[in-house]
C-alpha cells in the first residue's frame, strides 16, 4: 500500500486537489427554472472569506500604486491648475448663478410632475445623496468587468448602490468589503440594468458582449432604432433612478440565437476603460434633497423683485379668472349661456348692423381675418373660460373688464 | 567513475529560490495583473499568474509544488473576479502539473522550449477555463478564441523577458 501511494504519489495529488475545487465550485452554483445554471447573487460565507482575504492582499498595494502615482501627477498639475485658477473662478461663479436660475425653473417643473406622480400613486425616486470614490483595481481578467473602490462599508457603502459618473452610469456595487468594494460594470456579461431609448421609447435590458461592449437584448426587430439615438437609464431596475444617461446606439445586428430579435450595441457615456474618480449613489428619495430646496430658494432670492412682480402678477389672473363672469358656460344649455342671459346688469353690446357693408365688414367674402388690437394677452386672460373668437356681427365685449388694468384695484 | 542516475541528475537540475522570492513574485504578479489593466485602457493581453506558476514548476521540478502554487495563483484570480471561486483553480493546477511534469524530461534552459512551453500551455489553459465553465457548470459564456490566441502570444513575450530576469535571483551553489 505504501508502495502505492509513493507510486502515484503525483497523480493523487492532482485528483485530490481537482475534486477539492470542483465540489468548491458545485456548492456555489445552482440549478434556475430554465434549465441551466448560474450562480448565487449574494456568495456563500466561505466564498465571501476567501474574496475578503484575496481584496485585504491586494487592495493596499493598489491603493499605494494609485496614490503615488496621483501624488507625482497631482504636483505638476496643481501648478498647471493655478495658472488661470482666477479666470476659471469668475467664470465658474457666473456659470453657478445661471445654473440656479435654471435649475429652479427645471425643479418647479419637477415639483409639478411629482404632483401629477403622486396622483398616479407613482413615485419616481431623485438622487438625493452620493459619495464619491476611487477605482483603484480590476479583476485581472476579460471574462470578468469588474473593478474596486477605494471606499467600503466603513464609508456607508452596500451592495446594489448604483455607480455613476457625470457621463453617464458605470455599473453596481457588487461586494462589499470594509474599506473597498467590488462593482460589476455595465459592459460585464452577466450585469443587467433596465434601459430605455430616448426617442422611440423602447425598452430593453442592457448587459455587456465578449468585447465588453454593452449591449441591449431581447429588443424585437424595430427599423426606427437608428444610430447615435440616446439610451437612458429606466428606472425598473431598483438600482438605477430613472433617466440617467447611459449612452448612444452605435449599431444595431441581429441577434444570432433569436430569429426576429436584434441587439442594440451602445456606446457607453461613461469611459468605461478609464474610469478613476466615480460617484455611488448612497440614498435616493421620493422627494427633493435639502440642498435642492435650498438651491431654490437661493434662486428665487436672487430673482428678486422680478420674481415677486412675475408671481403677484400670475396670482392676480387666477382670482381674476375666479371671480369674473364666464362668457361661455361649460354647463350650460346654448339658450342660457351668459352671453345671451338678459338679466345681466352689464349686457353685452352688439354693434350695430352697417348700412352699407364694404369690404371691411367682417364676415365678407374677401375680406381676411384682422385680430382685436385689444385682445387678452395668453399671460392675463382667464384659462378656465375662454373668450369666443370674433364672430360676424358680434365683436369682442366692449364691458369685459381687462385683468392687468384691474388687478392692482382687486387683490 | 561517478553515475548519475536519473534522480540525481534531477537534484542537480532543480532551481532554489530566496524564501522573499517565493513570496513577492506571485504577489507581485498577482497585484500587476489586477492593476495593470486599469493603465492598458481594459486590454488584459496577459496572464502573469500563469507565468510566474509556469517557471517556477519548470524550475522546481516538482509536480506537487507546481499543482499548489497553480492551485494558489487560479484561486487567488479567482477571488478578484465576480465568477465562481475554482475555475482558475483547476485550470491552474493542471497547468502547473503539466509544466512540472514537462520540466522533469526537457532541456528547460532553452528559451525557446520554455517561451513554446508558455504558448501551449496558456492555450490549455483557456481550454479547461472553457470546459469546466461551459460543460462543468453549464453556465452561458462568450468567447472568443482569437482572444486567447492574443493572451497566449503574451505570455509568451512576457515569459520571454521575465525567465531570464528570474534566473538570476536564483541561488547558485
Given at each position: ?101 435654471e435649475q429652479?425653473a427645471l425643479l418647479?417643473d419637477a415639483?409639478q410632475g411629482q404632483?401629477l406622480q403622486?396622483?398616479l400613486?407613482f413615485?419616481e425616486k431623485y438622487i ?34 448604483a455607480v455613476i459618473t457625470p457621463d453617464g452610469i458605470v455599473g453596481k ?13 455595465i459592459n460585464?456579461?452577466?450585469s443587467g440594468a433596465g434601459v430605455i431609448l430616448e426617442t422611440t421609447r423602447i425598452r430593453g435590458i442592457l448587459r455587456g458582449?465578449?468585447?465588453?461592449q454593452p449591449q441591449i437584448v431581447g429588443i424585437l426587430a424595430d427599423q426606427r432604432i437608428q444610430p447615435g439615438e440616446k439610451v437612458l437609464t429606466a428606472g425598473g431596475d431598483q438600482i438605477f433612478p430613472r433617466g440617467l444617461p447611459v449612452g448612444v446606439v452605435e449599431k444595431v445586428v441581429?441577434d ?5 430579435f436584434i441587439l442594440v450595441i451602445v456606446k457607453p457615456a461613461a469611459h468605461l ?8 449613489i448612497?440614498?435616493t ?127 | ?173
Open positions: 500500500m505504501e508502495s502505492f501511494f509513493s507510486r502515484y504519489r503525483n497523480p493523487l495529488v492532482l485528483l485530490a486537489l481537482l475534486v477539492a475545487q470542483i465540489v468548491g465550485l458545485a456548492v456555489q452554483v445552482r440549478r434556475v427554472d430554465s434549465g441551466r445554471t448560474s450562480l448565487d447573487s449574494q456568495d456563500p460565507a466561505g466564498v465571501r472569506l476567501i474574496r475578503l482575504w484575496a481584496n485585504a492582499i491586494v487592495a493596499p498595494p493598489e491603493r499605494a500604486i494609485h496614490s503615488s502615482k496621483l501624488g507625482a501627477g497631482g504636483f505638476w498639475q496643481n501648478y498647471i491648475d493655478l495658472r488661470h485658477i482666477r479666470e476659471q473662478n469668475q467664470d465658474l461663479q457666473k456659470t453657478i448663478d445661471r445654473l440656479r436660475l429652479a418647479e415639483r404632483r403622486g396622483i400613486n413615485q438625493y445623496k452620493t459619495l464619491a470614490a476611487q477605482a483603484i483595481g480590476s479583476s485581472g481578467s476579460d471574462q470578468s468587468r469588474v473593478f474596486y473602490l477605494d471606499k467600503g462599508s466603513a464609508e456607508g457603502l452596500e451592495r446594489d448602490m456595487v457588487r461586494e462589499v468589503f470594509p474599506h473597498s468594494a467590488q462593482v460589476l460594470a460585464d456579461q452577466t458582449n465578449r468585447a465588453g441581429r444570432p440565437d433569436r430569429d426576429s476603460d478609464q474610469l478613476d474618480e466615480v460617484l455611488v448612497t440614498s428619495q421620493p422627494r427633493f434633497s435639502p440642498e435642492g430646496l435650498q438651491d431654490l430658494a437661493t434662486s428665487e432670492a436672487l430673482k428678486g423683485p422680478e420674481a415677486a412682480a412675475i408671481k403677484e402678477q400670475k396670482k392676480a389672473s387666477e382670482i381674476m379668472a375666479e371671480h369674473l363672469p364666464g362668457l361661455i358656460d361649460p354647463n350650460a344649455p346654448p339658450d342660457k349661456q351668459p352671453l345671451l342671459d338678459n338679466s345681466n346688469p352689464n349686457p353685452v353690446s352688439h354693434p350695430p348692423m352697417p348700412l352699407h357693408p364694404d369690404r371691411f365688414t367682417p364676415g365678407a367674402a374677401s375680406t381676411p381675418t384682422v385680430p382685436a388690437p385689444d385682445a387678452a394677452t395668453p399671460e392675463t386672460k382667464p384659462k378656465p373660460k375662454q373668450t369666443p373668437p370674433a364672430t360676424p356681427g358680434q365683436a369682442k365685449p366692449a364691458t369685459a373688464p381687462k385683468p392687468r388694468d384691474t388687478a392692482p384695484r382687486n387683490p | 567513475m561517478p553515475v548519475l542516475t536519473a534522480n540525481s541528475r534531477r537534484d542537480l537540475e532543480i532551481r532554489r529560490f530566496p524564501l522573499l522570492v517565493y513570496a513577492l513574485v506571485p504577489l507581485i504578479a498577482l497585484v500587476l495583473q489586477a492593476w495593470l489593466p486599469r493603465l492598458l485602457r481594459g486590454y488584459v493581453w496577459f496572464d502573469l499568474p500563469l507565468v510566474v506558476t509556469i517557471y517556477f514548476a519548470l524550475g522546481l521540478r516538482s509536480p506537487i509544488q507546481g499543482m499548489f502554487m497553480g492551485a494558489g495563483m487560479g484561486l487567488f484570480e479567482d477571488a478578484l473576479t465576480h465568477h465562481a471561486i475554482g475555475v482558475n483553480g483547476i485550470a491552474k493546477t493542471i497547468a502547473g502539473f503539466l509544466a512540472a511534469s514537462v520540466g522533469v524530461r526537457i532541456d528547460v534552459e532553452n528559451h525557446t522550449i520554455r517561451v513554446m512551453l508558455n504558448f501551449f500551455i496558456s492555450l490549455l489553459c483557456s481550454g479547461i477555463y472553457l470546459f469546466i465553465y461551459r460543460v462543468l457548470l453549464g453556465m452561458e459564456l462568450e468567447w472568443s478564441w482569437v482572444v486567447e490566441l492574443i493572451k497566449a502570444v503574451g505570455n509568451s513575450i512576457i515569459a520571454l523577458v521575465l525567465f531570464p530576469l528570474l534566473d538570476r535571483v536564483q541561488i547558485r551553489e
